[in-house]
Each structure stands twice: as C-alpha cells, then as structure tokens.
C-alpha cells in the first residue's frame, strides 16, 4: 500500500471531520435531512469546500464507512495463515464497533443509513470494495478455481451476509445477534469450499 502524501492526508482528516459534523447532527435530528449548509457550519467549511470533497450531500458517509471496512481488510490481511477463517471473517466484520465503544451511536446512524434510499446505495456501494480483499483471504485458504466469477461469488455473498447480519443487528439492537449472524453466513459461505 503506497503512503499518504501530507496533502492527502489533511484531505482525509477534513473528509472525516465533515462526515463526523454530518453524522452527529443526522443522530440529532433522527434523519438524514440536513443542509449541506449546516452540515457546513458545524464542521467550520465553507459549501464550495464541502463539494470539493463531496460531489452529492450523500457521499459525507463514505469516509465513515471506508474507516470501518479499512479495518476490516487489515484484519484479513494480518490473519496468520493457521487462523480459523470463519472466526477471522467474525473478527473483520464485527470488531470496529464495539472498539470504538459506541455501540449504540453505531446502530442508530445505520439505521438512519439504511432507512434512506440515497444513502443506502453508498452503503451497498462500499461493501463492493471489499469483494477482492475477501477474495485474496479466501483463495489463500481455499481452491476457488481459476473462473473470475466462481473465484469472486463466496466474497459477495459474504458481503451481502454482512448487510443482512447488520440490518437485522439494527432492527434487534443486540451486538451479541450481529456477531451470531455473521457467523451463521460465514459458515455457510466458508463450509461450501475446499481447502488447498
């Protein structure tokens, strides 16, 4: 992975500043309705510094979500070769949450997320980003074959078992159901495979 230059790494830090303004007053709010205006002013931005980051009001979540699924892949990246998979794809899926300890902040602002066509779509976007980390984890540990469908279809499905497991963790508000769900489909998911 190629090191963040200083520029873009201020980049980042305001992209998350603003993301953070935004998610705070969409949980103040209970909806995702805010002006990019007042989402500017709590972030201390103007709105043409906003647009440089954000073409739409609905992309502010990305950097959110890119935080989250950037753990993820270094927990798949950094999963010893002997790890249990199923535990490692639970580890990837189900750890930033209750690390950052806001469990509860987490739930609402999904649910806020998911509730919203528009923002679904960058949640549903995101989860495609992490097909070929998925991937690579799997074809370590697994023959997927040569065919770039087959080799791709248990990370999607993986994927789209993390979203069911994280709206069905939204409407029951049990973390220990999130991390159950997610291991039910990673089973599934995994247990179909043969092993190198």
């Not at 520029?7 to 709010?29: H, K, N, P, V």
């Not at 639970?90 to 739930?107: K, L, Q, W, Y």
């Not at 508000?173 to 995994?190: P, Y």
Request: glycine share 6%; aromatic share 8%.
């Amino acid at each position: 992975m190629r090191k963040l230059t200083l520029t873009e790494r201020r980049g980042e830090e305001l992209r998350m500043s603003i993301a953070l303004a935004a998610r705070d007053i969409f949980l103040a709010d209970g909806n995702t309705s805010a002006t990019v205006e007042r989402i500017c002013d709590a972030a201390g931005v103007a709105p043409r510094t906003f647009h440089r980051h954000f073409p739409v009001k609905e992309d502010v979540v990305m950097p959110l979500l890119r935080g989250f699924g950037d753990l993820s892949v270094e927990v798949l990246r950094n999963a010893p070769a002997s790890s249990n998979s199923i535990d490692t794809l639970v580890e990837a899926f189900c750890t930033e949450v209750p690390r950052r300890g806001h469990v509860e902040v987490d739930r609402q602002f999904l649910a806020l997320i998911i509730s919203n066509p528009q923002y679904r779509l960058r949640w549903l976007d995101w989860g495609e980003g992490l097909v070929q980390p998925i991937s690579e984890f799997l074809s370590a540990r697994y023959d997927l074959g040569d065919d770039p469908f087959i080799r791709e279809l248990p990370a999607h499905l993986l994927v789209q078992t993390c979203r069911q497991a994280y709206m069905y963790w939204v409407s029951s508000g049990d973390f220990a159901e999130l991390k159950r769900a997610v291991r039910a489909g990673a089973t599934m998911v995994v247990t179909t495979l043969s092993p190198r």
